[in-house]
Each structure stands twice: as structure tokens, then as C-alpha cells.
């Protein structure tokens, strides 16, 4: 069992930055594949990007490739997203999601424990 708990959203500037944070409470935290989604007003929750436990191996939306950065800090129980170059489109509400597999897992079905989400703006 793992609770998430995610942090640093906020209103930002387009072409500004935001660095979100999940921190995972539990003692397996090394052990999960971690991953980040978001959803839109009226639209459904995506993918956004992942690391897996077993070699920090990452995987991104192709939206996002370039400007978004996935890492974990195990001891800190964390992980990250770091946000850079935003555009309005990236309004959403973002969410962390944890998978007990050692995959790479884009799907929602994967993912085993999510946070309450964190809401970032981005104003044009």
C-alpha cells in the first residue's frame, strides 16, 4: 500500500516553469514504477510520462518530449516532473499514479495507487 500526495502546481506564464512533486508514503517506494497524467476540463486523463523502478528507464507523451522531465529521488520517497517551456495547453489538473510492476505502463489500467491531483495553469 502507497499514499501520494503531490504538490507545486500553480498559475504560471506561458513559457514558464513549474516543478511538480508526489511524495509517497510507505517503505516499498523504490520498488514502483511511478508516473504522472493529467486531465483537462472536459477531456479525458492522459499520460504524460513515467520511470520505471528496476533502471529509471523513462518514457514521455510525445506533447511533452523536450520540455518535461520525469525523475525520482528513492530516499526522499519523491518524484518530480519538471515543467519547462509551457503552453496554455498544458492546463490540467496532474496527477501522480504508482505501478507495483517494473514496466513501462502508459495505460491508466497499470497503475495500482494515484494522489488527488494537483492543478496547473498556464495563461497565454
Known amino acids: 500500500q502507497v499514499q501520494l500526495v503531490e504538490s507545486g502546481g500553480g498559475l504560471v506564464q506561458a513559457g514558464g516553469s513549474l516543478r511538480l512533486s508526489c511524495a509517497a508514503s510507505g517503505r516499498t517506494f523504490s520498488q514502483y514504477t511511478m508516473g504522472w497524467f493529467r486531465q483537462a476540463p472536459g477531456k479525458e486523463r492522459e499520460f504524460v510520462a513515467t520511470?520505471?523502478?528496476?533502471?529509471?528507464?523513462?518514457h514521455y507523451a510525445d506533447s511533452v518530449k523536450g520540455r518535461f522531465t520525469i525523475s525520482r529521488d528513492n530516499a526522499k520517497k519523491t518524484v518530480y516532473l519538471q515543467m519547462n517551456s509551457l503552453k496554455p495547453e498544458d492546463t490540467a489538473v496532474y496527477y501522480c499514479?504508482?505501478?507495483?510492476?517494473?514496466?513501462?505502463?502508459?495505460?491508466?489500467?497499470?497503475?495500482?495507487?494515484w494522489g488527488q491531483g494537483t492543478q496547473v495553469t498556464v495563461s497565454s
Open positions: 520511470i520505471t523502478s528496476s533502471d529509471d528507464t523513462t
Open positions: 499514479a504508482a505501478d507495483d510492476w517494473p514496466r513501462i505502463s502508459i495505460a491508466e489500467q497499470g497503475y495500482d495507487y
